[in-house]
């Protein structure tokens, strides 16, 4: 699990452009390591691989606590949400070749880009698999943004989901009818000089270039650990029931794209508080509809790895 965390100034109320400060004095663990992201004022901490939901809860707060230890040494705060309240006054573009390169080609979309996500690896056994996965996924994504929508501004529950729709083929990933489909597929938006490179998508759920995993992107930056855990479990719970019904020879439901983009926007504009757009139906349902359905849709993954009653005390 990867969690990105804002350097604030206790005196402006300002992200601090510091991490590199911050991260001179993390030192990594086998539980966790810390990088650098594309503004200076972040810093991500990613656990190392976890197996069970208690295990994963004492690498988050490990994480959390050794990122505000260190963000204290330089007189910091830390602040894990979507956005900053009040963002750096300069741009806050990060260092290195790469982050350079990204600056040049999205410009304005990225100069002031200090968005902040709680991003999930579930493993999955091949890519061939892990293509059908997220093909499964797709109806679900809207959800995991509402439940974890942590940056409000102008209206909107989640405003970092407005600001990275600014980003060319962002949301929900298209349907893939294999992995060299998913694999052409973004040679093509290199070669059309919209990603910097294959390592880079904007989707919501991608598979890891590093790792093998799905990894989920959808969610904000929560506030609190339980939150994470909460985004965790639902996300395993969500590849292993894909897995199942790819097994079992379910083909995923063809949902409509348009009709994903109306999903996540009414996700990132009302969060729990308001409806949804269920992309099955097509049509308007109660926010808290969806979420009982994505739990029930889930509840055999759950039992399988007695995750149940912990999800049930989650918040």
């Not at 929900?172 to 052409?184: E, G, R």
Request: proline residues 5%.
């Amino acid at each position: 699990m990867e969690e990105e965390f804002l350097l604030i100034d206790p005196a402006s109320g300002r992200t601090a452009a510091r991490a590199d400060a911050v991260l001179s004095v993390l030192e990594n663990t086998q539980l966790t390591r810390f990088h650098a992201e594309l503004a200076a004022t972040q810093v991500e901490a990613a656990t190392g691989p976890c197996t069970e939901l208690a295990e994963l809860r004492v690498a988050l707060c490990d994480a959390r606590e050794r990122v505000r230890a260190a963000a204290r040494q330089h007189g910091l705060r830390v602040v894990s949400a979507g956005l900053p309240e009040r963002g750096a006054e300069q741009p806050v573009g990060g260092r290195g070749k790469r982050f350079r390169e990204i600056l040049i080609r999205y410009a304005g979309v990225v100069a002031d880009y200090e968005a902040c996500a709680c991003q999930v690896h579930i493993g999955v056994p091949d890519r061939k698999t892990g293509v059908a996965v997220l093909n499964h996924l797709r109806p679900w994504l809207p959800t995991l943004l509402a439940l974890s929508a942590s940056s409000p501004h102008r209206g909107y529950a989640s405003w970092r989901m407005v600001l990275q729709s600014r980003f060319p083929g962002s949301g929900v990933p298209p349907w893939f009818s294999s992995a060299d489909d998913y694999d052409a597929h973004i040679r093509r938006m290199v070669e059309c000089g919209t990603l910097v490179d294959e390592s880079m998508t904007f989707w919501l759920a991608r598979l890891s270039r590093r790792w093998p995993t799905v990894e989920f992107r959808a969610a904000d930056a929560v506030p609190d650990v339980e939150m994470a855990v909460l985004q965790a479990a639902l996300s395993r719970a969500l590849v292993r029931t894909a897995i199942t019904d790819i097994a079992a020879g379910r083909e995923a439901p063809r949902v409509r794209d348009d009709v994903c983009a109306a999903a996540i926007w009414t996700a990132a504009r009302h969060g729990l508080d308001g409806p949804a757009v269920h992309v099955q139906h097509e049509c308007q349902v109660p926010a808290t509809k969806l979420v009982n359905a994505l739990v029930e849709h889930v509840a055999a993954a759950l039992e399988e790895t007695g995750d149940t009653d912990t999800l049930e005390k989650l918040p």
